[in-house]
């Protein structure tokens, strides 16, 4: 059974920084593509930031280009996304997927299959 387990959600205040780390068992981690979403209340869960099975690509969603930054240790099947300089904004739920094929890298929501639970980061003004 895949599972991906996020972790290091939050409240920090704005210009603070997070490290969101995300765990992944029941697969092949090296083989995947991972990124990272985030769904605010009320509104469509957004691209955050992607990665490679390598590491080698990395995409960035337009309001996070600068500030984010997306990593990933296949030895030890983690996906991180260390972000700065935190916003009002950046408040949601943050959510870590993988791809649903081997090797794919994608910004685009249908591509990702297997989903986390997602964790919690508030930043206050």
């Known amino acids: 059974q895949v599972r991906l387990v996020e972790s290091g959600g939050g409240l920090v205040q704005a210009g603070g920084s997070l490290r969101l780390s995300c765990t992944a068992s029941?697969?092949?981690?090296?083989?995947?593509?991972v990124g990272w979403f985030r769904q605010a209340p009320g509104k469509e869960r957004e691209f955050v930031a992607a990665i490679s099975h390598g590491g080698d690509k990395t995409a960035y969603g337009d309001s996070v280009k600068g500030r984010f930054t997306i990593a990933r240790d296949n030895a030890k099947n983690t996906l991180y996304l260390q972000m700065n300089s935190l916003e009002a904004e950046d408040t949601a739920a943050y959510f870590c997927?993988?791809?649903?094929?081997?090797?794919?890298?994608?910004?685009?929501?249908?591509?990702?299959?297997?989903w986390g639970q997602g964790t919690q980061v508030t930043v206050s003004c």
């Open positions: 029941g697969l092949t981690f090296s083989r995947y593509g």
């Open positions: 997927a993988a791809t649903s094929r081997w090797y794919a890298y994608s910004t685009r929501r249908p591509d990702y299959y297997y």
